[in-house]
């Protein structure tokens, strides 16, 4: 079960309100994660328990009582008092809005995605009720850039590591797998090149692609990815396994399972 954020390791405990349901929770514990360990799910992209929190998605808002504002439950700790709501029409409002831009620019070929049936954007969707999008679906694989000519370059697919593929059509740009790289393997092979449209994320320097870059193939950044723009060769060709076994390989010390 993934709780959103990493557990907090403070002794000092905190009580506040969540939904009506009192909870208490180490400090310096995230909103999201406290709500999660009390059975309250808050949509969200970008946050992992296996992962510092990054607030990029912004799909997990949530209104607290005497604060302006809809801050993101994911980079908001808990604190001592706090009244905190996680589901009103202005939080389901705000969270079908932003999932409708996701989708926006995202292929819809779900049918035949990789990912189909292990996609949390999918999930995500149906979480927050998005069934049209009102805006004009962008060609993924001839995104304009600024000046408005067309790069058949930038959304390339890069198919040149041994064990994964990359797909930048289908990437929301949550930076999961670029933290795990940094966070749980160490070795700051990704990175995000561009601003706003344009981001997408990297392997090393412009040009280099997954097998010229640092990227020692240790599949953190695919584990973390919540779309299909990271995955596995074989579940490309051969689907997504029936059954897997979570174990920890014993040949190298990063310990990821
Ligand atoms: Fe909190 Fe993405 S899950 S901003």
Same mark, same amino acid.
């Given at each position: 079960r993934d709780y959103g954020t990493p557990a907090s390791r403070s002794e000092k405990q905190v009580t506040l309100t969540?939904?009506?349901? !009192? +909870?208490?929770?180490? !400090?310096?514990?995230?909103?999201?994660?406290?709500?999660?360990?009390?059975?309250?799910?808050?949509?969200?992209?970008?946050?992992?328990?296996?992962?510092?929190?990054?607030?990029?998605?912004?799909?997990c808002l949530v209104q607290i009582d005497g604060r302006n504002g809809t801050p993101a439950s994911c980079t908001t700790p808990v604190a001592e008092g706090l009244t905190v709501h996680t589901? *009103?029409?202005?939080?389901? #409002?705000?969270?079908?809005?932003?999932m409708e831009l996701y989708i926006s620019d995202h292929p819809l070929d779900c049918l035949t995605c990789a990912a189909n049936g292990d996609c949390e954007l999918q999930d995500m969707a149906g979480a927050v009720g998005l069934r049209?999008?009102?805006?004009?679906?962008?060609?993924?694989?001839? #995104? @304009? #850039?600024? *000046?408005?000519?067309? &790069? @058949?370059?930038?959304m390339a697919?890069?198919?040149? &590591? @041994? %064990?994964?593929? %990359?797909?930048?059509?289908?990437?929301?740009?949550?930076?999961?797998c670029v933290r795990a790289c940094e966070e749980v393997q160490g070795t700051f092979a990704l990175t995000i090149q561009g601003r706003g449209f344009d981001s997408r994320v990297s392997a090393g320097m412009s040009g280099d692609t997954f097998l010229s870059s640092?990227? +020692?193939?240790?599949?953190?950044?695919?584990?973390?990815?919540?779309?299909?723009?990271?995955?596995?060769?074989s579940v490309v060709e051969i689907g997504t396994p029936e059954r897997s076994v979570i174990t920890t390989c014993a040949y190298c010390g990063v310990g990821c399972s």
């Open positions: 969540i939904d009506g349901f !009192e +909870v208490t929770v180490p !400090e310096g514990t995230s909103i999201m994660r406290a709500a999660s360990l009390a059975g309250i799910q808050i949509p969200k992209l970008c946050a992992t328990d296996s992962v510092e929190a990054f607030g990029s998605c912004r799909l589901q *009103n029409e202005t939080l389901k #409002r705000l969270r079908k809005g932003v049209d999008v009102r805006y004009d679906a962008v060609d993924t694989h001839f #995104r @304009p #850039r600024h *000046n408005g000519h067309a &790069n @058949p370059q930038y697919k890069d198919t040149s &590591n @041994p %064990y994964f593929d %990359y797909d930048p059509s289908k990437c929301i740009v949550c930076s999961r640092d990227c +020692v193939s240790c599949g953190a950044c695919v584990q973390a990815c919540p779309t299909a723009t990271l995955v596995e060769k």
